[in-house]
């Protein structure tokens, strides 16, 4: 576990983030998506966390982003999904165009959900324990 310490605190904060291409058109061919995971990586680094891990398919993208305690999952979510939309219609305009209207690429929802090394009864388990101590 990579374990970052902050200004009165110590944290490990891992979330497992994917949305989908608006009406799961298959647009994010190989150029678009390396082009994406360039774009998601500048954004990351300009909003200080970091994408860990990043793929996709043709209409959808994975991203396993490591963060601090003060990073609001919906303004990273919409940092990283509103900058890599307008970025990528400036660069890929006419193709993306052609399969998308309205001048929406991402579908507005997302999934989220924490990562850890630890299972959720592990927790629970280590929680219970600390009594006993």
């Known amino acids: 576990m990579n ?4 200004r009165g605190y110590v944290y490990s904060i891992q979330y497992h983030i994917v949305w989908c291409v608006k009406y799961r058109r298959k647009v ?3 150029d ?3 082009s994406l995971k ?3 990586r500048n954004i990351a680094q300009d909003n200080n966390f970091t994408i860990l891990e990043c793929t996709g398919d043709l209409d959808h993208i994975h991203l396993l982003v490591d963060c601090s305690p003060q990073h609001y999952i919906p303004d990273m979510i919409k940092a990283l999904k509103g900058v890599s939309a307008r ?3 400036k660069q890929y305009g006419e193709e993306l165009k052609s399969k998308l209207w309205n001048g929406h690429l991402w579908n ?3 999934f989220v959900a924490t990562v850890s090394e630890n299972t959720e009864s ?3 388990a280590y929680i219970q324990s600390q009594k006993e101590k």
């Open 3 to 6: 374990v970052t310490h902050g």
């Open 87 to 89: 970025l990528l219609f």
């Open 122 to 124: 592990q927790v629970r």
């Open 28 to 30: 994010l061919s190989s």
């Open 38 to 40: 360039e774009i998601l």
């Open 108 to 110: 507005p929802s997302y």
């Open 32 to 34: 678009i998506e390396q």
